[in-house]
T-cell receptor, first 114, second 108 residues
Framework: DAGVIQSPRHEVTEMGQEVTLRCKPI?????LFWYRQTMMRGLELLIY????????DSGMPEDRFSAKMPNASFSTLKIQPSEPRDSAVYFC????????????FGPGTRLTVL | GQSLEQPSEVTAVEGAIVQINCTYQ??????LSWYQQHDGGAPTFLSY????GLEETGRFSSFLSRSDSYGYLLLQELQMKDSASYFC?????????FGAGTTVTVRA
């Protein structure tokens, strides 16, 4: 299996621009998670989808952040407009009850907002 | 909410044994997970304890005491490649809440 796939791996943008991060979960996994990792705040859960439905978005920092999962094999995290404080590594993870709900992480997208 | 405490750094020599402790406070506790993350890489699952006791997987073992809200990760026969950050994470329902991580540095 290819594992969780994320794109792009690196993104550099200017303040005010829209940023879209993409994730393809492991085939057959029905849960998808978006995390953000920074030195200051560590690894934080942003949003959780189950069977393509957002279940918990309490970690989404503010209205500038939105996430969608139009089908079982694709999710996006969008930041509009981006700000320098959004600079972080964004991870997508997926899991399945058939695998004990172990979360498998993608390689991450390193976002830098100038 | 959840809170987890683990040491920020540990240094040891090759071949040594390292124990990383994790204490937690949470509601609706299902279990304790451990993840490894190399610099610039993604968190990688190491172990999961739902019940009290010791789980052994090769050179790594993990322990849980639910009554003490305490667990640890034991790294044996340390190798240079074990230099990484190690995170404990409490699992309640679907949600993983991560500690701040312990940076393990292995010296020759």
């Amino acid at each position: 299996d290819a594992g969780v796939i994320q794109s792009p791996r690196h993104e550099v943008t200017e303040m005010g621009q829209e940023v879209t991060l993409r994730c393809k979960p492991i085939s057959g996994h029905n849960s998808l998670f978006w995390y953000r990792q920074t030195m200051m705040r560590g690894l934080e859960l942003l949003i959780y989808f189950n069977n393509n439905v957002p279940i918990d978005d309490s970690g989404m920092p503010e209205d500038r952040f939105s996430a969608k999962m139009p089908n079982a094999s694709f999710s996006t995290l969008k930041i509009q407009p981006s700000e320098p404080r959004d600079s972080a590594v964004y991870f997508c993870a997926s899991s399945s009850p058939r695998e004990g709900d172990t979360q498998y992480f993608g390689p991450g997208t390193r976002l830098t907002v100038l | 909410g959840q809170s987890l405490e683990q040491p920020s750094e540990v240094t040891a020599v090759e071949g040594a044994i390292v124990q990383i402790n994790c204490t937690y406070q949470t509601s609706g506790f299902y279990g304790l997970s451990w993840y490894q993350q190399h610099d610039g890489g993604a968190p990688t699952f190491l172990s999961y304890n739902a019940l009290d006791g010791l789980e052994e997987t090769g050179r790594f073992s993990s322990f849980l005491s639910r009554s003490d809200s305490y667990g640890y990760l034991l790294l044996q026969e340390l190798q240079m490649k074990d230099s990484a950050s190690y995170f404990c994470a409490v699992y309640n329902d679907y949600k993983l809440s991560f500690g701040a991580g312990t940076t393990v540095t292995v010296r020759a």
